[in-house]
């Protein structure tokens, strides 16, 4: 639902109108919706931390996010990828380093992220919302060839969410499966390098339903 945000926020996305939280839009078939409406959502949208200080915003068109997110420091400053490598990382999450243990709630890293290879070849890159994988994850060979794509629920045990896709290191396609409820749900493929199709059946609450 839409909400009226303190002057002090809307100064941050530089707008003086109602803005929409990330957590109102639904995905369906790779375009957002508002959860009041059925049709594909224009407008902008923030996120906010556990102190409800804006740490993100976006602007979508027809239901599809234009360019990329904008992430804040609690500050209002904003917050430019980093290789994960930065980042401190234990059992709640990635952090900001150099943040008293006492402030960890302010300290969890938001924003772009990525990992290289030694030869500079970019290896993984993604969101973190509070310090935990939120969205899309893209991983790379070291050739340069696309090697996984899965997207994250977010939250504290974040876990995989709508369909997981690998290649193989030849950028031919090795496998599809769907996630729903931290389960596998639904088709899944497998393929022989060189496109021959090894497997193709349906999971149901996590276990093989049957083969096609």
């Known amino acids: 639902m839409k909400k009226l945000l303190p002057i002090t926020l809307?100064?941050?996305v530089g707008c003086s109108e109602d803005l929409t939280y990330e957590s109102d839009l639904y995905e369906k078939d790779g375009v957002y919706y508002?959860?009041?409406s059925d049709k594909p959502y224009t407008g902008k949208t923030v996120d906010m931390d556990y102190y409800d200080t804006i740490r993100l915003s976006?602007?979508?068109e027809n239901g599809v996010l234009v360019g990329e997110y904008t992430?804040?420091?609690v500050d209002g400053s904003v917050i430019k990828p980093v290789n994960i490598v930065e980042l401190v990382k234990d059992p709640r999450g990635y952090f900001v380093p150099g943040v008293p243990d006492?402030?960890?709630?302010s300290a969890a890293y938001w924003g772009y992220a990525f990992s290289l290879y030694s030869?500079?070849?970019k290896a993984s890159e993604g969101i973190f919302k509070d310090g935990h994988k939120d969205g899309l994850w893209t991983e790379w060979y070291e050739n340069g060839k696309k090697k996984s794509e899965v997207a994250f629920s977010g939250g504290q045990w974040s876990f995989y969410i709508g369909k997981e896709t690998w290649w193989y290191e030849s950028g031919e396609k090795s496998s599809e499966t769907i996630w729903k409820d931290q389960e596998e749900d639904g088709l899944y493929t497998r393929w022989y390098p060189g496109g021959q199709k090894s497997e193709e059946g349906?999971?149901?609450d996590g276990k093989k339903d049957g083969k096609l």
């Not at 006492?102 to 709630?105: P, R």
């Open 10 to 12: 809307l100064l941050i």
């Open 102 to 105: 006492g402030n960890a709630d």
């Open 34 to 36: 508002h959860e009041d």
């Open 202 to 204: 349906t999971y149901k």
């Open 71 to 73: 992430f804040y420091n």
């Open 119 to 121: 030869n500079g070849q």
């Open 58 to 60: 976006g602007l979508y």
